[in-house]
């Protein structure tokens, strides 16, 4: 595999990750309401979803939910049930407060870091994106090593990504402007997340 399709690799599931999406919002909001350390640990999250489907679309997975078409339909339900739940726990604490930042973050780096990979983890979209990229790009003949190159780089650039949103929307500026609006950006998100979900429920 030479080094200009890794990259190419690489590029195309860069911008597919800065695309907006469940995990933007959800990392969004996050950072804005938990702070920097919690979504930073969402962000790993993230980054571990990603490479559990980039590893499962490697192995073939995209195959199997093409010759089992019942298995996706179940992920893609279950994917979609649970940003939904997640949607509706936004709107119940939407009228919440904002924690004092010197309160420290009221979820922990390991809540934080599940809710990501669980969100990430959930939908099987991803599944199909890598699988249509690799065998696209990546040689039959590529080596081992190559493969799992791809598949830590993918898990690293789709951290990375959410990392750079979560600083931005933890700096005081954008947590400030978040705490005056709290109760309807909160509804809005959850209605976002809530779409996505019955979008991935109906695709």
Same mark, same amino acid.
Request: glycine share 10%; aromatic share 12%.
């Given at each position: 595999?030479?080094?200009?399709?890794?990259?190419?690799?690489?590029? &195309?599931?860069? $911008?597919?990750? +800065?695309?907006? *999406?469940?995990?933007?919002?959800?990392?969004?909001?996050?950072?804005?309401? !938990?702070?920097f #350390?919690?979504?930073?640990?969402l962000?790993?999250?993230?980054?571990?979803?990603?490479?559990?489907?980039?590893?499962?679309? +490697?192995?073939?997975?995209?195959?199997? %939910?093409?010759?089992? =078409? @019942?298995?996706?339909?179940?992920?893609?339900? *279950?994917?979609?049930?649970?940003? &939904?739940?997640?949607?509706?726990? +936004?709107?119940?604490h939407?009228? !919440?407060?904002?924690?004092? @930042?010197?309160? *420290?973050?009221?979820?922990?780096?390991?809540? @934080?870091m599940? $809710?990501?990979? $669980?969100?990430?983890?959930?939908?099987?979209?991803?599944?199909? %994106?890598?699988?249509?990229?690799?065998?696209?790009?990546? =040689?039959? !003949?590529?080596?081992?090593?190559?493969?799992? /190159?791809?598949?830590?780089?993918?898990?690293?650039?789709?951290?990375?990504?959410?990392?750079?949103?979560? #600083?931005?929307?933890?700096?005081?500026?954008?947590?400030?402007?978040?705490? #005056?609006?709290? @109760?309807?950006?909160? #509804?809005?998100?959850?209605?976002? &997340?809530? *779409?996505?979900?019955?979008? &991935?429920?109906? /695709?």
């Open positions: 595999m030479t080094p200009a399709l890794f990259l190419s690799v690489v590029l &195309i599931h860069l $911008l597919a990750a +800065m695309s907006p *999406g469940p995990s933007f919002v959800v990392c969004l909001k996050t950072a804005a309401s !938990d702070g #350390r919690t979504a930073a640990a962000s790993l999250g993230f980054g571990l979803g990603a490479a559990l489907w980039a590893a499962g679309a +490697m192995a073939g997975l995209a195959l199997v %939910f093409q010759l089992v =078409p @019942a298995l996706f339909l179940v992920l893609k339900i *279950g994917g979609a049930a649970f940003l &939904i739940f997640i949607a509706v726990a +936004m709107w119940r939407a009228p !919440d407060p904002l924690p004092e @930042a010197s309160a *420290g973050p009221p979820k922990s780096p390991g809540r @934080a599940r $809710l990501g990979f $669980l969100t990430y983890a959930t939908n099987p979209k991803p599944a199909i %994106f890598f699988g249509a990229v690799f065998v696209g790009l990546v =040689p039959v !003949d590529a080596p081992l090593w190559a493969r799992a /190159a791809l598949v830590l780089v993918i898990g690293v650039n789709e951290a990375l990504w959410y990392l750079v949103v979560s #600083r931005v929307f933890s700096l005081p500026r954008a947590r400030a402007l978040y705490a #005056r609006a709290k @109760a309807w950006t909160d #509804r809005a998100f959850g209605t976002l &997340i809530a *779409g996505f979900g019955l979008k &991935i429920a109906l /695709a």
